[in-house]
């Protein structure tokens, strides 16, 4: 090969690595549910572009961070990845713009699954014997009838 560098290129031939044909990372069936489960949450509903360009994410890091596969979980168990993508909401303007940093934030499905032994929907805090509905700590009922 002539070249007009004063360096000349030096002819050593390196393989190509092998090009291997890996399927796609996810099904179309797996995604067409994360979509649809991007679209049906109950706090908030994204759309069609939102759930489209998120739904490979939200499969990504359910994989990563343990959570079973959507076909696999329950309606409670969907409840509380949803509560766990809206976990930290608060001064968040533009819910589209915000959406794939919560999903990326998802945390290990082991610390969110309920514990063994522990009252659905419990979050391990004691109720008020009084008034069942409040959690004793905070029963304003209870604390406005204690004399001061």
């Known amino acids: 090969m002539d ?3 004063p360096y000349p290129l030096t002819t050593v031939s390196r393989p190509h690595p092998p090009q291997t044909e890996e399927g796609p990372e996810f099904l179309p069936e797996e ?8 679209q049906q949450m109950k706090r908030w509903q994204a759309g069609a572009a939102t759930a489209r360009k998120c ?5 990504r890091v359910m994989r990563t961070q343990g ?4 076909a696999d979980l ?3 168990a969907r409840s509380k990845l949803e509560a766990e993508i809206f976990r930290n909401t608060g001064g968040a303007r533009s819910w589209v713009k915000c959406l794939p940093g919560w999903i990326e934030d998802l945390r290990l499905y082991d ?6 032994g522990a009252e ?5 805090r004691e109720r008020c014997p009084e008034h069942p509905s409040r959690y004793r700590v905070s029963c304003v009922i209870c604390a406005m009838a204690v004399p001061v």
Do not use: H, M, N, Y
């Open 3 to 5: 070249t007009s560098s």
């Open 74 to 76: 329950d309606d409670e």
């Open 31 to 38: 995604i067409r549910q994360a979509e649809v489960f991007l």
């Open 120 to 124: 659905p929907g419990s979050d391990g």
């Open 111 to 116: 610390r969110v699954r309920a514990r063994k």
């Open 55 to 59: 739904a490979p994410r939200l499969l």
């Open 67 to 70: 959570w079973p596969a959507l």
